[in-house]
């Protein structure tokens, strides 16, 4: 059974960090595309960062650009998002899904594809 599963989440003073997690089963990240994804209440959900599959290719939104990073670990089939200087503006919960591709497009963050393989989300409340 191909699953991602989240986890990381918590309460956090604005200027604080966090790192979350995204854990597969049933399959190899490795070969995938992983993004990480956000919604806000009564937000639609954006997509915030993206790792290619084969060289490790890093990708982000300007609104996490310089305080989020994604990276690998292969060995433990995980994909982090390391959060620095959260802002209150970053409460949300938190998705990883696999994509087809990713990077930028006229300058801008996006994505191809339809994601898939969500997990259940890590919740992230930015707040003093």
């Known amino acids: 059974q191909v699953q991602l599963v989240e986890s990381g989440g918590g309460l956090v003073q604005p200027g604080g960090s966090l790192r979350l997690s995204c854990a597969a089963s049933?399959?190899?990240?490795?070969?995938?595309?992983i993004g990480w994804f956000r919604q806000a209440p009564g937000k639609e959900r954006e997509g915030v960062s993206c790792?290619?599959?084969?060289?490790?290719?890093?990708y982000y939104a300007d609104s996490v650009k310089g305080r989020f990073t994604i990276s690998r670990d292969n060995a433990k089939n995980t994909v982090y998002l390391q959060m620095n200087s959260l802002k209150p503006e970053d409460t949300a919960v938190y998705y990883c899904?696999?994509?087809?591709?990713?990077?930028?497009?006229?300058?801008?963050?996006?994505?191809?594809?339809?994601?898939?393989?969500w997990g259940q989300g890590t919740q992230v409340t930015v707040s003093s």
């Open positions: 049933g399959f190899a990240l490795d070969y995938y595309y």
């Open positions: 790792i290619s599959s084969s060289d490790d290719i890093t």
């Open positions: 899904a696999t994509l087809k591709g990713c990077g930028y497009y006229s300058g801008k963050y996006g994505y191809t594809g339809q994601p898939d393989s």
